[in-house]
């Protein structure tokens, strides 16, 4: 299998976790999440995650120095991945740059109403049963069978500390100027690989598609 490196930006809400979780599956490719590393640093109660929770949980971004000591660590061992939620400053889009290149950049664009509907009926999987289970649900949009209940691996579901009206308002407030725009200038000119915008504010379902057609020459 050839190299293959995907970028995923975009808000909240934006469907990139499900994005890259489909991908990462159809493609082979392994999903870097710095969310979800950040929030099993915090989970395992190491210093790291001692250090960052109260920043997570309010809805701030974690210093630099720290997410890109995270990252490095995991790319020095793959050349097949999507990266979800990292960079979101200039410093971690140079770092990236410094580190590795990539070959396309997605950038998901969905209306702020729905950003809101989303992450506020978003239910996740504690993984208790299956650890690492990647089940993400919605309390109208895809319900599990069980209210509460993971229909992959039957954990419980629970709600992210961040996903409360305020934080997910605050989050979604100081995307734009915090990352949207700065990576926005950052790849879209094409010369950091290919820019791709996607709109996905339609089902889960439709955006794969609309992103899978521009990756059809690539090899899985
Ligand atoms: P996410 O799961 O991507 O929404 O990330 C959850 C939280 O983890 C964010 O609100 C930040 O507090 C932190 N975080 C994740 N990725 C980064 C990043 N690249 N830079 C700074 N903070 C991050």
New binding site residues.
């Given amino acids: 299998m050839g190299e293959l490196r995907i970028l995923f930006i975009g808000p ?1 809400g934006a469907g990139k976790g499900t994005q890259c979780a489909k991908l990462s599956e159809e493609f082979g490719l392994e999903h870097i ?3 979800d590393l ?1 929030r099993a640093e915090i989970k395992s109660g190491s210093e790291l995650g001692q250090k960052v929770q109260s ?2 949980e309010a ?4 210093s630099d120095d720290i ?1 890109n000591e995270i990252v490095k660590n995991k790319l020095d061992r793959t050349k097949r991945f999507v990266l979800d ?4 400053t200039k410093e ?1 889009a140079e770092f990236l740059n410094s580190v590795t290149n990539l070959h396309y950049i997605f950038s998901l664009e969905v209306n702020k109403e729905n950003l809101v509907e989303r992450l506020s009926g978003r239910r996740l999987c504690t993984g208790t049963k299956k650890p690492g289970c990647k089940g993400m649900f919605h309390i109208a949009f895809n319900p599990p069978k069980v209210e509460g209940i993971c229909d992959l691996c039957g954990s419980e579901l629970y709600q992210r500390k ?1 996903d409360n009206p305020e934080t997910i308002e605050k ?1 979604i407030n100081s995307y734009e100027s915090e990352t949207g725009k700065p990576l926005k200038d950052f790849y879209g000119n094409g010369d950091k690989g290919e820019f791709i915008s996607i709109e996905a504010d339609e089902a889960p379902g439709m955006v794969y598609e609309a992103i899978t057609s521009k990756l059809k020459a690539v090899s899985k």
């Avoid at 939620?85 to 979101?88: E, F, L, V």
């Fill in positions: 909240a999440s710095t969310g950040i920043i997570v809805g701030n971004l974690v997410v939620g990292y960079p979101r971690q961040d989050r």
